[in-house]
């Protein structure tokens, strides 16, 4: 079966350090997106993308996230200077149509310290 | 604003049968999911509902009324392996396809 591909599947940068999580997506999916889960709390969506270029974005989303797809298979998310409080699982997702057929990677585990 | 309101958690036991209800307040509505996520991993797509009415899937039956913004998911012949948090979640296909997902319902299954 089809899976998202998600590296690092632990990180632990210090304060103020730059991160970029990446992701290969499901290589006919058109959506990509990402979510964070903060250890204990609901799973919160951060961006959505699509043909090349942001589509959504929540307020968590701010001027220090960044996406890119720089080719046909990778999906990176960048967070410029990371703050504590970005210590968080982070979901990378794909679909084929939107919110229906949703598959998620393994996550990454960000620990800020 | 937006609102998913579930359960924290739940207990029941092995064979028996358990509903996890979800009621819903959002800005938009595509769709209703529910998603099964063990401790650490990622979400895991389990059923949803487009339409009033009831789809069932396997052991997993999920209920949606969209003009009471009430969905609930029916789990049959409970498992062990099916002790997860149960995520409750509303798509939204106009705002890029975004799941808005609720807290989760730690269910516990007991011998």
């Known amino acids: 079966e089809p899976e998202v591909t998600q590296t690092p599947s632990h990180q632990v940068t210090q304060m103020g350090q730059e991160v970029i999580l990446r992701c290969v997506p499901i290589?006919?999916?058109?959506?990509f997106y990402w979510y964070r889960q903060i250890l204990g709390q609901k799973v919160e969506f951060l961006v959505s993308f699509y043909n090349n270029e942001i589509s959504e974005k929540s307020e968590i989303f701010d001027d220090q996230f960044s996406v890119e797809r720089p080719d046909g298979s990778n999906f990176t998310l960048k967070i410029r200077s990371t703050k504590l409080e970005d210590s968080a699982m982070y979901f990378c997702?794909?679909?084929?149509?939107?919110?229906?057929?949703?598959?998620f990677g393994s996550g990454t585990r960000l620990t800020v310290v | 604003g937006q609102n998913i309101d579930q359960p924290t958690e739940m207990t029941a036991t092995e064979g028996a049968i358990v509903q996890i209800n979800c009621t819903y307040q959002?800005?938009?509505?595509?769709?209703l999911f529910w998603y099964q996520q063990h401790a650490g991993e990622a979400p895991t797509f389990l059923s949803y509902?487009?339409?009033?009415g009831l789809e069932e899937k396997g052991r997993f039956s999920s209920f949606l009324s969209r003009s009471k913004g009430y969905s609930y998911l029916l789990l049959k012949e409970l498992q062990m392996k099916d002790s997860a948090s149960y995520l409750c979640a509303v798509g939204i296909y106009n705002q890029g396809g975004k799941l808005i997902f609720g807290q989760g319902t730690e269910l516990s299954v007991k011998p």
């Open positions: 509902n487009v339409l009033d």
């Open positions: 997702a794909s679909s084929e149509r939107g919110s229906w057929g949703y598959t």
């Open positions: 959002t800005s938009g509505f595509n769709g």
């Open positions: 290589s006919n999916h058109l959506y």
